[in-house]
């Protein structure tokens, strides 16, 4: 019952580092997004894959880039970081089509940028 | 203007009140609407679907106005255990495509 798996839970970074954020569900979801969470700002879209082989962007892309790299996996790449991406992401999956979208989440990656 | 708008709160009750939580959201082509919960450092999770005729899901109640692009969550009866920040999520359905907006989301402290 792993449902949507993500790594790492905790990670800090200095600035300009890069790192990869990785996620994995195993429902067999079309649809997977990374969000990003910070106080008072609620969940923001960064990207989104509607299926295998498609990405695009979604509230506040600039900074990163993802891979779709096959139906289960989604991943996340920081090219340089910077202390403004300090936040938690979190990956989620959900079908593609029917008015239930229900979007199943991970736990979720604390990254600090210093 | 934010696509997804709530009220933050927080809302700070006593057991066995009754909680009124609301959202309006700015694109009348949204297709779909839901209510997640989100405990302290955790992740989202769906608490319930909302419908065009309302719904019910024991103490919750969900209710959607289209034409004023408007819908509410109702807590009966309040518990400790209903502590959380409450996320309105719209899904603009456009291109083949599911997009979740997230509000920003109200926060609910039940107290003893």
């Known amino acids: 019952n792993a449902g949507v798996t993500q790594t790492p839970k905790f990670q800090v970074l200095k600035t300009g580092q890069s790192m990869t954020l990785q996620c994995a569900q195993d429902m067999n979801h079309n649809s997977m997004y990374w969000y990003r969470q910070d106080p008072g700002m609620g969940l923001r879209l960064i990207y989104y894959s509607a299926s295998e082989g498609t990405t695009d962007k979604g509230e506040v892309p600039n900074g990163y880039n993802v891979s779709r790299l096959n139906k289960r996996e989604f991943s996340l790449r920081l090219e340089s970081a910077a202390p403004s991406q300090t936040s938690v992401y979190f990956c989620?999956?959900?079908?593609?089509?029917?008015?239930?979208?229900?979007?199943?989440f991970g736990q979720g990656t604390r990254l600090t940028v210093v | 203007r934010k696509e997804v708008e709530q009220d933050p709160g927080p809302f700070n009750v006593p057991e066995g009140a009754t909680v009124a939580f609301n959202c309006t959201y700015s694109n009348s082509a949204s297709q779909s609407f839901f209510w997640y919960r989100q405990d302290c450092r955790k992740e989202p999770k769906l608490l319930m679907s909302?419908?065009?005729s309302g719904n019910e899901d024991g103490r919750f109640t969900a209710q959607l106005n289209r034409a004023s692009q408007y819908i509410s969550l109702l807590i009966r009866d309040s518990k400790l255990s209903d502590s959380a920040t409450y996320l309105c999520v719209v899904n603009m359905f456009s291109g083949g495509y599911n997009k979740l907006i997230f509000g920003a989301g109200t926060r609910l402290a039940v107290h003893p």
């Open positions: 989620a999956s959900s079908e593609i089509w029917g008015p239930r979208a229900e979007a199943f």
């Open positions: 909302v419908y065009s």
